[in-house]
């Protein structure tokens, strides 16, 4: 794990000047890359599984053996997502980089390199879905799961492809800061701590792809007149993306919670006629079911 963090830094944390000078927006890397590394995440995820039902056999114990990996991978995640984060509130607040209606060519005051940063961690996020295929948990890897991952990868290229600087930052430092508490989650949970905001996850998600949406126009309507075309699919490209993710998260969401809620209902009813000290049982049930769900839905 550590070796896969080198290799990926040595090819993201290249020299900020070059990045956002020679890099960033129209000499971005091509379609290649992304279209190469998503096609790759599909094609790896049935022969990742097919190799791990033939090699690891039943005697061992995957969890156990990817513990340590998993906690240095979600730490990682966590500083890495919390550094993107306090580069953009430095450039909001100490390098003058507006809150909205940027210049798309702004791209010298750090946020567009931890634009660049957060794009680049789309990739190394697709180790996500490999632990949960070598853990066995392939019920987690859903159409949403994979949607997302391979999706967001290129909404992100398209975004700094044709609207580098500006307020491109606005999407990424929500997104990053999501992904502080996600991970900071996975990571307390492998060391058995307990996490209070365990249970606001999924509703925090579904807040950030409201936010974002509801950001987009405003930003928009900044938007000098002369502007290209071509600018404007950052717009559109965003925007699909957050409101699919947004029907596909809320739907999960509603038959994870109906399938978890149908059995503490039943509880309830045939507790109705029981003791208090029953009610109280009941009640407890219906936490942890909710608590299930909410480890499930933010997995």
């Known amino acids: 794990m550590a070796a896969f963090f080198a290799v990926w830094g040595r090819y993201t944390f290249v020299g900020e000047d070059r990045v956002v000078k020679d890099e960033i927006g129209d000499n971005i890397h091509n379609w290649s890359v992304p279209l190469g590394l998503t096609v790759f995440y599909v094609v790896s995820l049935p022969l990742l599984r097919l190799l791990a039902s033939r090699f690891l056999s039943d005697n061992i114990d995957v969890k156990l053996l990817l513990r340590e990996?998993?906690?240095?991978?979600?730490?990682?995640?966590?500083?890495?997502?919390?550094?993107?984060?306090?580069?953009?509130?430095?450039?909001?607040?100490?390098?003058?980089?507006?809150?909205?209606?940027?210049?798309?060519?702004?791209?010298?005051?750090?946020?567009?390199?931890?634009?660049?940063?957060?794009?680049?961690d789309k990739?190394?996020?697709?180790?996500?879905?490999?632990?949960?295929?070598?853990?066995?948990?392939?019920?987690?890897?859903?159409?949403?799961?994979?949607?997302?991952?391979?999706?967001?990868?290129?909404?992100?290229?398209?975004?700094?492809?044709?609207?580098?600087?500006?307020?491109?930052?606005?999407?990424?430092?929500?997104?990053?800061?999501i992904h502080v508490l996600m991970y900071s989650y996975y990571a307390l949970s492998l060391l058995k701590i307990p996490c209070p905001w365990k249970k606001i996850l999924t509703q925090a998600q579904l807040i950030q792809f409201v936010s974002v949406v509801a950001y987009s126009p405003f930003s928009a309507a900044r938007m000098p007149m002369e502007s290209p075309w071509t600018e404007y699919v950052a717009y559109y490209v965003q925007c699909f993306e957050m409101i699919s993710l947004f029907i596909l998260f809320a739907l999960f969401y509603r038959k994870a919670y109906a399938k978890r809620a149908a059995p503490a209902k039943r509880v309830s009813s045939s507790a109705s006629t029981s003791t208090r000290e029953s009610d109280n049982s009941t009640e407890e049930t219906s936490i942890s079911s909710i608590d299930e769900f909410q480890n499930e839905s933010t997995k």
Request: hydrophobic letters at 50%; charged letters at 10%; one cysteine or more.
């Open 69 to 120: 990996s998993m906690i240095l991978y979600n730490a990682g995640q966590v500083l890495l997502n919390g550094w993107m984060v306090y580069r953009f509130l430095d450039a909001l607040v100490f390098r003058d980089h507006p809150f909205i209606g940027g210049s798309t060519r702004l791209v010298d005051t750090g946020a567009s390199f931890a634009v660049w940063v957060h794009y680049c």
């Open 123 to 177: 990739y190394l996020e697709f180790f996500d879905t490999y632990f949960m295929v070598l853990r066995g948990n392939m019920n987690q890897v859903s159409f949403l799961h994979v949607y997302h991952h391979i999706t967001i990868a290129w909404a992100w290229w398209i975004g700094l492809k044709v609207y580098p600087g500006g307020d491109i930052y606005f999407g990424a430092l929500f997104n990053s800061f």
